[in-house]
């Protein structure tokens, strides 16, 4: 194709933590500090599926509308994740016959998940012009999910649930708060559970020492004109939560800094 050259006088990339290490790193630019693309932070994700003995439509109203912080300080964050039945349906491990009986229990499924703020990170290498991610949970964040598992079960059923469908492969089905708690007893290795993430952070995080952050804290890059990122690449630690908000206040914080400097930033 044609390669066609675009001139401007300041370049933000927001390509989330993924790619934007990698556009940085195809664009030849090397971070003195050393950091672009490591840091990697994920919120690995596990999901539960609770069966009740009456409809609850929990597909119906606001995605996620109701959490659990309590235990937030330990890192564990729980919320209501419910899925359309096609991308529920692909995650079961049942098959044929098996998987349709299981999915008309629909109406009567509450999917739940819990995040854990991780303790170990990854990093992100752009291997022949391609980013790739290479990121290892650790056993003691595996062992808070675990912990995860039975807090959220007893949460489910004091709710009224009459079973839950677990995480971890092959595991057997839960009927009651009672066979949650001996999951702790269980040798249950990271390799056997399901985990998931959407919360990529950390791989070119902001701080104020060019010698250990990629850029300022306002996402302006270090060692670099006129070039910014300001997505969640710029997150120097995981944050525990959802990270939508924090990413749209600092995009936010990033457009008042450019236009409070406009002359630096447009001349």
């Known amino acids: 194709g044609h390669r066609i050259t675009v ?18 790193a195809r664009s030849g630019f090397r971070s003195p ?5 490591k840091n990697l932070s994920m919120h690995p994700n596990v999901k539960l599926v ?8 929990g597909w119906k109203g606001a995605h996620q509308a109701f959490q ?33 009986q299981l999915m008309q229990h629909y109406d009567r499924m509450v999917l739940a998940g819990m995040l854990c703020e991780d303790t ?11 980013p790739q991610a290479f990121y290892q949970l650790a056993e003691a964040d595996a062992a808070n ?18 079973r839950i469908l677990l995480p971890f492969h092959g595991a057997a089905e839960l009927h009651n708060a009672d066979e949650a708690r001996r999951l702790l007893d269980q040798d249950l290795p990271a390799s056997r559970c399901e985990v998931v993430t959407v919360h990529m952070m950390g791989t070119a995080r ?18 670099a004109d006129r070039l910014m990122i300001t997505d969640a690449s710029l997150f120097p630690t995981p944050i525990g939560v959802n990270p939508m908000e924090t990413i749209m206040a600092l995009a936010t914080r990033a457009a008042g800094h450019v236009i409070d400097n406009a002359a630096r930033f447009t001349s």
């Not at 899925?83 to 491990?93: D, R, T």
């Not at 170990?120 to 391609?130: D, E, K, L, M, N």
């Not at 999910?145 to 009459?162: N, T, W």
């Not at 902001?206 to 060692?223: E, I, K, L, Q, Y």
Request: net charge neutral.
């Open 7 to 24: 001139r401007a006088r300041l370049v933000v990339a927001a390509c989330g933590a993924i790619h934007s290490p990698a556009l940085l």
């Open 33 to 37: 500090s050393g950091q672009l693309g």
């Open 50 to 57: 609770a069966i009740f003995d009456e409809d609850v439509t």
């Open 68 to 100: 659990v912080r309590e235990f937030q300080d330990q890192g564990l964050l729980f919320a209501a994740v419910n899925m359309p039945p096609s991308i529920l349906a692909m995650s079961f491990p049942h098959r044929g016959a098996a998987l349709g």
């Open 120 to 130: 170990a990170t990854g990093r992100v290498r752009t291997i022949h012009g391609q």
């Open 145 to 162: 999910l675990k912990r995860g598992v039975v807090l959220l079960s007893e949460m489910l059923f004091a709710s009224g649930a009459k």
């Open 206 to 223: 902001m701080g104020t020492d060019r010698s250990a952050a990629v850029t300022d804290p306002f996402g302006a890059v270090h060692d």
